[in-house]
């Protein structure tokens, strides 16, 4: 069994709609970040979703946090929370979540796919990095080819008005004949809650 199958047995028992959340990894668990995100995950699970983040340390831990937070008082299951692990981080012994774990993905690309694949709509945090760029231009591909022949499109909410200079960069600098442009399905707001406003009115 890999990353995804382990992944998605674990989504499959709870048959609920799960919103990964990708960003920057590194943050300080005292700053308000950190406090946005946690209380962020609460509401996704209280609003009967799934969450689904990378299963380390800050932002992740933030997510996963929160998530616990609200399945703990609300006795919900505790599937609601998944954590994509990967491989060389294991071997480096880098603490994890507390969450339900998948099985380690062998390399940063099959954790990134699992991400995605487990996810029904996708969150980028107000920060982000390469890492957080990788899985961005992961979605964003696989929902063309998605729109193109078949398949399920993610949505895609980016907080903060960084996110939009990016993209707009981004688009102006490729050659985007016969491509989407990804307008359909980005959505870019100013905080978590406008996030979840959608995340509730497109489920």
Known sequence: MNSFQSGLKL??????????????????DTSEEYK??????????NNDFGVV???YVGLMKAVSDGANKSIIEHDKNKELNIGVIEESLE????PKSDCMHT????????RADTLIKLSDCVVVA???????????????????????????????IFIGGEWLKLYSDIISSL??????????FIYFVDDYNAAL?????NF
């Open 11 to 28: 989504k499959q028992q709870t048959g609920k709609k799960y919103i990964a959340i990708f960003g920057k990894t590194f943050i300080d």
């Open 36 to 45: 946005r995100l946690e209380l962020f995950a609460s509401e996704i699970i």
């Open 53 to 55: 983040h990378g299963g």
């Open 91 to 94: 071997f480096n012994n880098v």
């Open 103 to 110: 099985f380690p993905a062998r390399g940063i690309m099959e």
């Open 126 to 156: 107000e920060r982000g990095g390469f890492g957080t760029l990788l899985e961005i231009v992961g979605v964003f591909h696989m929902n063309q080819l998605n729109k193109k022949f078949g398949g399920l499109v993610r949505p895609i």
């Open 175 to 184: 050659d985007m004949h016969n491509q989407d442009d990804g307008k359909s």
């Open 197 to 201: 406003h959608i995340i509730k009115n």
